[in-house]
């Protein structure tokens, strides 16, 4: 026996808070610090709605990139500070050796977790330098997504969903998807990384919608920790029929299940934590008027850290409903994406400088529409989703508001300025959020029994 006690061991979840803290500042000072160096290396772009031209330092994504990353590698030996303890004082059985085993799997989930983020940043810079063509970079998620999908294997990640209850008495209780599963894993990468990159173009709303969308994890990993237990969410004051009560899971007796659990969300958690500061650092710099934009790079990263926890953590049906904004921006770009409609290199919306106001802007059809192009744009328009200017004699379709949620919410709510705009993004990605909570907790419990 040591003669004195080991020191009990940090928390985890306080070094994973502290170091997020040095990611903060270590971002909020390096980014605008490193400005003149990304401008040097022509990695700068123009800030398409201001009057003024200055070049602007781009991509800086990589920054926040490379301190997130790092911070998670240097967290690493803290997630197992526990075991560390318990290893130096289990007793050696007759070879030798410790009776507790070092649990690889959870290192193998934090290695192959890095593998993703990096092989993501690696892939959103080469886009911004290189401007890659979107049906060329459309797998490269797809195959980064290998090791955490092989991760998944190998602990037999379930691959069966829950059948609502009106389609027992055809499917049963359970249905396996099998391989489709692993297919939908897949997909979610690449769906997590583009859908923030085509959401973009105005002051600050790629990081603010990142950070929502973190925020928003960040709540629902809290609700599977055991301070949560017996705590009542009351949604039976929003309609639902029962009360749910968070971490019921862990207060029965901490069964197995439950522990293993806790440790995913946990694992959620180390990841978001410093996601949400170097985000918050960064959009500081961001916000109206930007000093500096994202480019890819900060996309594509932020979209895999969802994927990887939305994933690894086995919750990335809840983490889709917090995508719901971004969904119903890729839905409606599907026309511009797949060519029925001119898609301009920018959609962003215009900026008419006498007024300081954002207008939606507009594709133009340089021939005649086909049918089922005018056909999809006439519901489009019915739904007001966009506004169509026709042919004053044949009715025929000559432009369109471009398809997308922003130019969406100007023809909605008439112009306004960047700034206002990007607040309406806020507001909608955390009403989304709101709405994402009561149907995980709320309503799902009419759908399903349990
Ligand atoms: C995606 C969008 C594109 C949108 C662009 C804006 C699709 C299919 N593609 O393309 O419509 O115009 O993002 O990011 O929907 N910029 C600003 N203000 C900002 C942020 C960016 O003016 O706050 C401009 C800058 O000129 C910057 C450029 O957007 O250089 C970056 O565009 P890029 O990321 O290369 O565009 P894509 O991701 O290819
Ligand atoms: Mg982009």
New binding site residues.
């Given amino acids: 026996r040591p003669l004195i006690d080991p020191i009990p061991p940090v928390p985890a979840i306080y070094t994973s808070i502290g170091v997020s803290l040095l990611a903060f500042l270590i971002t909020i000072y390096l980014i605008p610090a490193l400005g003149p160096t990304f401008v040097k290396a022509n990695l700068?772009?123009?800030?398409?709605?201001?009057i003024y031209a200055d070049p602007?330092p781009?991509s800086q994504g990589l920054v926040v990139a490379s301190v997130y990353i790092l911070s998670l590698i240097l967290f690493i030996p803290f997630a197992f500070t526990r075991l560390f303890t318990e290893l130096a004082n289990a007793k050696p059985s007759t070879e030798g050796i410790s009776v507790l085993e070092f649990p690889h799997h959870q290192l193998s989930v934090y290695l192959s977790s890095i593998i993703s983020l990096l092989i993501a940043t690696f892939l959103g810079f080469l886009?911004?330098v290189f401007?890659i063509r979107?049906r060329h970079k459309l797998p490269i998620p797809i195959i980064a997504s290998i090791p955490l999908l092989m991760v998944y294997f190998a602990e037999r990640g379930n691959t069966t969903i829950v059948v609502p209850l009106p389609f027992r008495g055809l499917l049963g209780q359970l249905v396996d998807l099998g391989p489709l599963y692993y297919l939908y894993m897949i997909m979610l990468s690449t769906f997590s990384t583009n859908s923030i990159?085509?959401?973009?173009?105005?002051?600050?709303?790629?990081a603010s919608q990142a950070l929502v969308i973190a925020l928003s994890v960040i709540v629902n990993d809290l609700l599977y920790l055991p301070w949560a237990v017996g705590f009542r969410i009351p949604l039976h004051l929003l309609g639902s029929r029962a009360d749910v009560e968070v971490g019921g899971l862990w207060g029965a007796g901490m069964a197995k299940g439950s522990q293993v659990l806790v440790e995913r969300h946990l694992f959620s958690l180390y990841f978001m934590l410093p996601l949400v500061a170097v985000l918050t650092a960064f959009l500081y710099h961001?916000w109206?008027p930007?000093r500096v934009?994202?480019?890819?790079t900060l996309?594509y990263l932020a979209g895999m850290a969802f994927a990887v926890v939305g994933i690894q953590a086995h919750f990335s049906k809840t983490l889709l409903l917090f995508f719901m904004p971004q969904i119903f921006?890729f839905i409606l770009?599907v026309p511009?994406?797949f060519g029925l409609v001119p898609?301009?290199?920018?959609?962003?919306p215009r900026f008419d400088p006498d007024t300081n106001l954002l207008y939606p802007s507009k594709a133009q059809f340089l021939q005649h529409p086909s049918k089922l192009s005018s056909l999809v744009l006439h519901i489009l328009s019915g739904l007001g989703l966009v506004e169509l200017t026709t042919h004053s004699r044949d009715g025929s379709i000559l432009e369109t508001t471009?398809l997308?949620i922003f130019n969406f919410l100007l023809v909605r709510f008439g112009p306004m300025n960047?700034k206002r705009l990007n607040q309406l993004l806020i507001t909608t990605q955390v009403a989304g959020s709101i709405v994402a909570f009561v149907v995980r907790y709320g309503l799902a419990g009419l759908v399903y029994d349990g």
């Fill in positions: 700068k772009g123009r800030d398409l709605l201001k602007i781009e886009d911004d401007d979107w990159n085509i959401l973009a173009g105005i002051n600050g709303s790629e961001n109206y930007a934009f994202p480019g890819d996309c921006n770009s511009q994406l898609c301009p290199r920018h959609r962003v471009n997308t960047e």
